[in-house]
């Protein structure tokens, strides 16, 4: 039995006289028979908790950022009313700090033999899957001064899926797609293409596409166009090791290259190519292969939520030979990962040649913007020291970067804001020179 705050206040007012004889509750209400007999009639009264039954429906997922509604249906088998506190209980990043017990907690009244739906809205703060914990149920009687209490286990989950931030520059790269695949004026010329037709000769146009034999027999210069090849194979490869969980502003490095490839891959799609997923640091975290243009992106979505940086070294062994029985003809690898000099100069390197004598490879990394800031510090003794540092950060990088690309690599480094759309411009000018 649980006693209620205005049940403490009663038995306090009616023992008073006799509190000092009595110090606890139980000998308070020992000496007030009448509040004893309403305290235990007012318990008989409220409805059972345990014989309560709940189902759940409503989302099953949603984007970091939004909001979710979980209902929870509540029946009450019983003859009796339910009045009710009820608290639907989440993990903590279920809601933004602060709102726990306000989204959490409802008060409800079920009559005998009915049921009713509460909503409890879900704002999750980090992507995985959330799962509901335990629903309390506290049950009063009419007066108010006894209640029955009980916990029940109702499953349900919840996916909380990665934001997608830079969906907002896939109109402006559709609409330079569209130029290169020929579908407006503008075509261009690429190694490996397919012939589309021919057109008049602009100052900037290179000289090895003009088509003498259609020259000669025009007053023109004629330049043959080409539109850029399909169903080109990319893989996307994250890696999830312990560089990727070093946070870059607000988000780990994980989430910004996740949002990168999730851009590359709607770009790509949309341009006709297959786009296959992987995920690795010692083993394979999460996989996408197979996966037909409409299915795809909904898919990558769902495998990259649940994933999280494991804080272990990379296996580069692993991860290129992985990586080279997922991509069995030629390919773009296109891999996600830090330049930091260490990881790439013992690990990468000497594995390289391997990917770059098959595929064409590209490296995309994710800058610290607040490196870049400090390096334009000045003022104070702390300021220029900080200054030196960050200089000298970046210098590696530049020379990590200049390594990969003398090996053939295109190198991609840009802050979380900027990285997305990098990524796509330097797919979009592999596409166009026809190295794909």
């Given amino acids: 039995m649980a006693l209620t705050g205005r049940t403490a206040l009663l038995a306090a007012l009616g023992s008073l006289p006799v509190g000092i004889l009595a110090p606890s509750w139980t000998g308070m209400l020992a000496v007030n028979a009448p509040l004893s007999l309403a305290i235990l009639c007012d318990y008989a009264l409220a409805a059972p908790v345990r014989t309560l039954r709940f189902t759940r429906s409503g989302d099953a997922s949603v984007r970091l950022g939004d909001g979710a509604e ?14 009710a506190h009820l608290r639907d209980a989440w993990p903590p990043s279920s809601w933004i700090t602060g709102t726990e017990q306000a ?22 703060t980090r992507r995985g899957d959330r799962q509901a914990e335990r ?52 075509l261009i010329r690429g190694q490996g293409t397919e012939f589309d037709s021919l057109r008049d000769y602009v100052p900037g146009d290179d000289t090895r596409s003009i088509d003498w034999r259609a020259t000669a027999r025009q007053t023109t210069v004629a330049v043959r166009t080409w539109r850029p090849e399909r169903d080109r194979h990319i893989l996307v490869v994250l890696d999830t090791g312990r560089t990727s969980a070093g946070r870059v502003g607000d988000v780990p490095r994980l989430d910004a290259a996740m949002d990168a490839a999730l851009l590359l891959t709607a770009l790509a799609a949309r341009a006709g190519d297959r786009v296959d997923l992987l995920a690795y640091d010692r083993r394979i975290r ?4 197979g996966r037909s243009a409409g299915d795809l992106l909904p898919a990558l979505v769902n495998a990259l939520a649940p994933l999280e940086p494991e804080l272990v070294e990379t296996d580069a062994r692993g991860l290129t030979a992985t990586a080279l029985g997922c991509a069995p003809r030629r390919s773009l690898i296109v891999l996600l990962t830090s330049l930091d000099a260490a990881p790439i100069e013992e690990g990468l390197l000497p594995v390289l040649p391997q990917l770059t004598q098959r595929h064409t490879v590209l490296v995309a990394s994710v800058a610290d913007p607040h490196v870049q800031q400090m390096s334009t510090c000045r003022g104070t003794i702390e300021a220029v020291y900080d200054a030196a540092a960050a200089t000298q950060a970046q210098a590696q990088r530049r020379r990590t970067a200049e390594q990969l690309q003398r090996h053939g690599v295109t190198v991609v480094d840009a802050t979380p804001d900027n990285l997305a759309p990098a990524l796509a411009d330097a797919y979009l000018a592999l596409k166009a020179a026809g190295r794909l």
């Fill in 286 to 289: 999460a996989q996408v292969q």
């Fill in 135 to 186: 629903v309390t149920v506290r049950s009063y009687g009419p007066l108010g001064l006894a209640a029955r209490q009980s916990n029940h286990q109702v499953p349900w989950t919840v996916r909380v899926l990665p934001p997608f931030t830079s969906r907002k520059h896939l109109p402006s790269r559709l609409a330079r797609l569209r130029e290169l695949d020929g579908r407006t004026s503008v």
């Fill in 103 to 124: 989204a959490s907690r409802h008060k409800l009244t079920v009559p005998a033999g009915e049921r009713r739906r509460i909503t409890t809205i879900l704002r999750p």
């Fill in 70 to 83: 979980v209902h929870l249906t509540v029946s009450n088998p019983s003859g009796r009313p339910l009045r």
